[in-house]
């Protein structure tokens, strides 16, 4: 028989994922928050991801988020100090912890090891198991394989827990694997899906002109209808049991019905019928890794077509809630708990697919109809934790707010270059609208408070358009700061680092706000001595960076320059960016530059779906902030908010935290 | 262990001798030997680039 591997055995054969938390208890499914005391004083917070206060602003004024007004009526509005950068995984941790960049040690979505120079997660470190033995062509684990959370500093619901106070925390970014709790934890961005990623989905079709062999965040089958059959396989994460480590996979089958648009898909045990255009909901899939052990995991099928051609959409394998591989809650029953009150639910963060949307796999109508499934899960729970909160505190996120600005922007402004009319007349209320859901939410909450409940509504960051795209590492090759081994190579300006002439580099762009100096004992072939060489070159390249223009538009592309050592503090600050660019209002990185690459443009125009962003200065791309008790703050930021928690409960802030309380 | 012939231009034979006996090396051949191992150990870590690259790609924000 093939037994369901165990949350240690996978981490433990190393498959990418795991951590180093005790396995908790299973056995009780309603889960105890373990903060026992019964606290006079409660806080609800609400974490909006990307909501903007210019636009939450007008359409308060126009009436449109009633709940949002009488909050500010009632306690106070005001845009929220966000972080440097203003990008999700950086800016909750200034959240979480109360610290800026240099304090929690996550300063991008990617960082980069110096001894390589190849990209990495900034969140999360994963090792393979460290002692393994050889059976035949297995590779069996003895020992180690370990998955770390990197973020720096206790998380404020640690601090909480110290002193009895109950916590639950719904999906809060930045907490993968979760941080050591005994409250009740769900992970939220940064947790990966099953095979490790970010999210690869699989697209099944018959048209060849939709092969594309490299696409991001996914991947394209050709597959052939042979007798109303196709038959394809589902691959899995690798499989680290066996010595050439090759990807697990499914063999299914989808028998198609020879007169109506409707198929039967045949994936293991299961069979369910789809008509054209339907979803399937989630199904529950296994991996068999070695004879006596698998792995599960769940997805989504999509029937998009039929005929002429055969089109299948699998959404990325999320991991199975219901029988984690990787650790996704504390204490683990809590994920159980959910899935067996609920369902099955997305578990990988940032769980709207918009790389199967830029890609044009989804369309917008498709996208949203996914969108909607991650929405009417949380609201599930939403009513589930309110139904039960009775003292401590309670934080609840939304992501559809920030991946509805990414992919609809587009709609709302004629100049954007990817801006289509009859798109824009179909979808261009899609932003507002998921405001005005945000302001349902609200509405739903605080008609289920009481009086001694502190309400806090929040932003991470701002949005902006995102015109206008910046290879950054173009122009540092143009302004001589990095060389290509063969500079009239075309293809190597396609590879990036690999090609890159270290011993001829000073500077190179990684991640998606990030410059780096090729500093000599720190950068495998660093060439820049630390010191006054060092940071005259900073201030120099980080003056070109804001002096620079745009010739299509005459507008400034950095609006900041940030030297890190400015603008950081705290025991990281040593493994920061050497600058951080602020972009200018419409700009942003380009696609190619943050792994590397060196395009032929300094500046393109952005015609991708993904046409808003927040990659600007902080000063321009805050967050919002709204209560229900009036506060005097002046300029509130995101780590002012991690003080007021601990004043609320009457807990004195530890050393470290770098806010204040918003509420004196 | 089996041995096999490769041509190298005169010029850069010359320079090779040169630099090898200049770092220590042996031989010409170990020189030789050990730049190549080098070079396809570096090629070795671009494999796994390859497979952080993809899996850092779902993330939207790049391509």
Redo the contacts between chains.
């Keep these: 028989m093939n037994h369901p591997i165990r949350r240690r055995d996978f981490i433990k054969s190393g498959l990418r994922a795991a951590s180093l938390l005790a396995l908790g208890t299973s056995s009780g499914l309603v889960t105890k928050a373990q903060g026992k005391k019964a606290t006079s004083r409660k806080v609800i917070i609400l974490g909006f991801d990307g909501m903007d206060p210019r636009l939450t602003d007008m359409w308060m004024k126009e009436g449109k988020l009633p709940a949002f007004q009488r909050l500010t009526v009632q306690g106070g509005f005001h845009s929220l100090g966000t972080s440097i950068p203003p990008q999700s995984p950086v800016a909750w941790s200034n959240f979480i912890t109360g610290m800026n960049p240099g304090g929690h040690g996550i300063f991008d ?2 960082h980069r090891d110096p001894k ?1 120079y ?4 900034s969140a999360s470190a994963t090792a393979d198991a460290s002692k393994t033995i050889r059976v035949g062509n297995f590779v069996l684990p003895i020992k180690g394989g370990t998955v770390k959370n990197l973020r720096q500093g206790k998380a404020f619901w640690q601090i909480l827990e110290e002193h009895d106070i109950p916590a639950t925390i719904f999906k809060i970014p930045a907490n993968y694997p979760p941080v050591s709790s005994k409250e009740r934890t769900l992970s939220g961005m940064g947790t ?2 099953l ?6 989905f699989r697209y099944y079709t018959t048209e060849p002109k939709e092969i594309q062999e490299d696409i ?3 991947e394209v089958h050709q597959v052939y209808v042979i007798g109303n059959r196709v038959e394809a396989k589902l691959p899995g994460p690798i499989n680290t049991f066996k010595k050439d480590r090759p990807e697990a996979e499914i063999d299914f089958k989808v028998f198609i019905d020879p007169q109506n648009p409707v198929a039967k898909v045949v994936i293991q045990d299961q069979e369910f019928i789809l008509g054209e255009k339907e979803w399937s909901g989630w199904k529950r899939v296994r991996f068999p890794l070695i004879p006596s052990q698998s792995v599960t995991g769940i997805c989504m099928f999509y029937l998009k077509e039929v005929r002429p051609n055969f089109k299948l959409y699998v959404s ?1 394998i999320n991991v199975d809630p219901g029988n984690p591989a990787l650790p996704i809650s504390t204490p683990e029953s809590y994920a159980k708990e959910l899935e067996k009150k609920f369902g099955p639910f997305f578990t990988k963060g ?1 769980p709207a697919d ?2 199967a949307l ?1 890609n044009e796999i989804l369309d917008e109508e498709e996208f949203l109809e996914q969108d909607d499934f991650v929405l009417e899960e949380s609201r599930a729970v939403l009513d589930y934790e309110l139904g039960r909160f009775d003292s401590g505190l309670f934080f609840y996120y939304i992501s559809s707010t920030d991946q509805r600005q ?1 992919m609809f922007w587009r709609m709302l402004d004629e100049k954007h270059p990817a801006y289509d009319p009859a798109l824009a007349k179909k979808f261009g209320g899609i932003i507002e609208n998921i405001y005005r859901e945000a302001d349902r939410i609200l509405d739903h909450v605080l008609g289920n408070i009481d009086k001694d409940t502190v309400v806090l509504v929040m932003s991470d960051h701002g949005f902006n358009p995102f015109n206008r795209a910046f290879n950054l590492n173009t122009w540092l090759r143009q302004n001589g700061y990095l060389r290509l081994r063969n500079e009239f190579k075309q293809e190597d300006l396609e590879i990036g ?2 090609t890159t002439d270290w011993s001829k580099t000073k500077a190179f762009g990684l991640g ?1 706000n990030g410059l780096y100096i090729n500093q000599k004992g720190r950068e495998a072939e660093g060439i820049v001595q630390a010191g006054p060489d060092k940071e005259n070159l900073v201030r120099e390249i980080a003056r070109k960076l804001e002096e620079f223009t745009d010739p299509k538009t005459g507008e400034k592309v950095v609006l900041k320059a940030y030297v890190a050592r400015d603008v950081y503090s705290g025991a990281h600050v040593d493994e920061a960016p050497d600058i951080v660019l602020g972009f200018n209002r419409g700009y942003r990185i380009s ?2 530059s ?2 590397g690459q060196v395009p032929k443009d300094v500046l393109e125009d952005n015609r ?1 779906k ?1 046409s808003g ?1 927040h990659m600007g200065a902080a000063e321009i791309m805050p967050g919002i902030l709204l209560t229900n008790q009036p506060f005097k703050a002046e300029s509130p930021a995101l780590y002012d908010l991690t003080a007021t928690i601990l004043d609320v409960f009457g807990i004195e802030k530890p050393e470290g935290m770098i806010g204040k309380t918003i509420f004196e | 262990m089996a041995k096999e012939k490769v041509k190298i231009d005169k010029n850069l034979m010359d320079k090779v001798r040169k630099y090898a006996k200049l770092s220590g090396y042996s031989s010409a051949e170990e020189f030789i030997a050990h730049c190549l191992e080098k070079e396809i150990s570096k090629i070795d870590e671009a494999d796994s680039e390859e497979e952080i690259k993809k899996k850092l790609k779902g993330l939207g924000y790049i391509s």
């Design positions: 979505f990617i390589t190849i990209p990495t997660f990966p899906d095979l490790g990623s970010y999210g690869r991001g965040g996914g990325p940032l918009t790389s830029d990414h680092f690999p998606l696609f190619k943050p792994l991708a993904w962003d």
